[in-house]
C-alpha cells in the first residue's frame, strides 16, 4: 500500500491525525469531514495514495465500485433517510479547477434533512 508521507489523509488513514472513523477495511477508509456542509457528510478514502480521480486505471474499477456500492449504507447508518424520499449526495472534486483541496482521491458522501450549511 503506498502512502505520502506529506498527505493529510495518508496521516488519518495512518491514525497519526485522529479522525472520527466509521468505516475501514483492508482497501477503504471512511471518516467524519471535520468542516461538514450537510448534517450527514463523510468521506470515503483509498487507503493507498492515488491522488485524485484523474489518476484512477481501469485496475482501480473494482476499488471505485467498492465505494459507490458501500457509500448507500454507509450513508443511511449515518443517519441519512433511505431512498427515495431521503438520499444523499456524492462527490468527487478533481484538481484545482474542480475545487480539489487535499490531493488523495476522497469521496464525499452528504445527506440528511435540508437546507444543508452548503451545496
Known amino acids: 500500500m503506498s502512502s505520502d508521507p506529506n498527505c493529510i489523509f495518508c496521516k488519518i488513514i495512518e491514525g ?16 467524519h469531514d471535520i468542516a461538514p456542509w450537510a448534517p450527514v457528510h463523510f468521506m470515503l478514502v483509498p487507503k493507498r495514495h492515488i491522488p485524485s480521480m484523474a489518476q484512477l486505471t481501469p485496475e482501480d474499477s473494482a476499488l471505485m465500485g467498492k465505494i459507490m456500492t458501500l457509500a448507500p449504507k454507509l ?12 438520499g444523499f449526495r456524492v462527490v468527487v472534486n478533481t484538481g ?4 480539489q483541496e487535499v490531493h488523495h ?3 464525499h458522501v452528504m445527506g440528511g434533512p435540508r437546507p444543508w450549511l452548503r451545496g
Do not use: Q, T, W
Open 105 to 107: 482521491l476522497h469521496v
Open 16 to 31: 497519526k491525525i485522529p479522525s472520527r472513523k466509521m468505516y475501514e477495511d483492508d482497501d477503504l477508509f471512511g471518516f
Open 96 to 99: 484545482a479547477e474542480g475545487g
Open 75 to 86: 450513508a443511511v447508518e449515518a443517519g441519512c433517510n433511505p431512498y427515495p424520499k431521503g
